[in-house]
């Protein structure tokens, strides 16, 4: 019997993962980790057990890791009171005194050659696992569609289409996606050491004329550089911080960061990938 484990069980990723899961595996050997457990019983699916996963919390976390083989594990969010390079190192690190034998981690597409700061806690975590000896899978997930939806929802309601990617492409694809994917990989006996999960590559004018054909709405589409793109942000009422984050994610995308092209994500989902216009009907 192999035991499974993922974290962020509450979240978006993890949900869907865990949907995925118990079809491939029976749902009794499945461990849902979440740091609030009673929000996640109330949601896993029926026969998944739940156990305390906080991130922040090392001891918790080794010793709800006993018994597990394999743990996806779903990367924290940054800019929490305790850094995510913290946060990732507490979970590799109980999960090798825990004694797990595999780690699917989501991380940055192509995370040695990334150029953008974002990559960093990836690079991180990808060298920890490395150095804790555990086998693993790195799921290097491109961009989820879902990122563009406030942008998306704008152009429908009448506002510009604004981007500073230039001619950068990325591989939006829908979360869901890739977290069925990862759940698969998890599934799985001889996954790869690498996957580079992406939808097709594509520019913000690509997507824009998607949204265009999806919705029946026509909207101005504007290619800007960062400092107006960040201007306009401020304007929009968005605090400093918040600002150069959101940049940062235009610029990554301009100076090539997400542009990955790889057939992974359709050969472990086992079918073609749809069009970005096909996935944006689903969320639009
Ligand atoms: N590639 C991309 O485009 C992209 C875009 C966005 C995010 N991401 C990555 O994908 C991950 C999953 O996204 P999501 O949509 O599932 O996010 P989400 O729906 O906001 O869920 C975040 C999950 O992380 C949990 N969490 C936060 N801090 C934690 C801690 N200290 N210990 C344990 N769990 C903690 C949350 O638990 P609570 O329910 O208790 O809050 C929740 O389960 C993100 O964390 C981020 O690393 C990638």
């Known amino acids: 019997m192999t035991t499974y484990a993922i974290t962020g069980?509450?979240?978006?990723?993890?949900?869907?993962?865990?949907?995925?899961?118990?079809?491939?595996?029976?749902a009794s050997d499945i461990i849902a980790l979440a740091r609030n457990t009673e929000k996640a019983a109330a949601i896993v699916p029926t026969g998944v057990s739940v156990r305390k996963?906080?991130?922040?919390?090392?001891?918790?976390?080794?010793?709800?890791?006993?018994?597990?083989?394999?743990?996806?594990?779903?990367s924290s969010q940054p800019g929490a009171e305790?850094?995510?390079?913290?946060?990732?190192?507490?979970?590799?690190?109980?999960?090798?005194?825990?004694?797990?034998?595999?780690?699917?981690?989501?991380?940055?597409?192509?995370?040695?050659?990334?150029?953008?700061?974002l990559a960093l806690d990836?690079?991180?975590?990808?060298?920890?696992?490395?150095?804790?000896?555990?086998?693993?899978?790195?799921?290097?997930?491109?961009?989820?569609?879902?990122?563009?939806l406030s942008t998306i929802d704008g152009s429908?309601?009448?506002?510009?289409?604004?981007?500073?990617?230039?001619?950068g492409k990325a591989g939006w694809s829908l979360e869901s996606n890739y977290a069925e994917a990862a759940a698969k990989v998890l599934a799985n006996d001889q996954p790869?050491?690498?996957?580079?999960?992406?939808?097709?590559?594509?520019?913000?004018?690509?997507?824009?004329?998607?949204?265009?054909?999806?919705?029946?709405k026509e909207f101005e589409v504007i290619s800007t550089d960062d400092q107006s793109y960040t201007n306009?942000?401020?304007?929009?009422?968005?605090?400093?911080?918040?600002?150069?984050?959101?940049?940062?994610?235009?610029t990554l995308i301009h100076d090539g960061n997400l542009n990955v092209p790889s057939t992974d994500l359709a050969?472990?989902?086992?079918?073609p990938l749809n069009s970005v216009a096909d996935e944006l009907k689903s969320i639009i």
């Not at 069980?9 to 029976?26: E, I, M, N, W, Y």
């Not at 996963?53 to 090392?58: E, I, K, L, R, S």
Request: charged share 20%; aromatic share 10%.
């Open 53 to 74: 996963g906080d991130y922040t919390d090392q001891v918790s976390l080794t010793a709800s890791l006993q018994g597990v083989d394999k743990l996806l594990f779903i």
């Open 122 to 148: 990836h690079a991180f975590t990808e060298q920890a696992i490395i150095d804790a000896g555990i086998t693993h899978s790195f799921l290097r997930n491109n961009w989820y569609l879902e990122n563009e």
């Open 9 to 26: 069980t509450t979240g978006k990723f993890g949900q869907a993962a865990l949907k995925t899961l118990v079809s491939l595996v029976p």
């Open 156 to 167: 429908i309601a009448g506002n510009p289409f604004v981007y500073a990617a230039g001619d």
């Open 82 to 117: 305790v850094s995510r390079e913290q946060q990732h190192a507490n979970v590799v690190a109980a999960a090798k005194d825990a004694g797990v034998k595999y780690i699917a981690y989501t991380s940055f597409p192509d995370t040695p050659h990334a150029t953008t700061p």
């Open 232 to 250: 306009g942000l401020k304007a929009a009422g968005l605090d400093d911080d918040t600002a150069e984050l959101v940049t940062m994610f235009q």
């Open 192 to 216: 790869k050491d690498i996957y580079e999960f992406s939808g097709n590559l594509i520019t913000y004018a690509d997507l824009a004329d998607a949204v265009k054909s999806v919705s029946g």
């Open 267 to 271: 050969d472990i989902l086992g079918r």
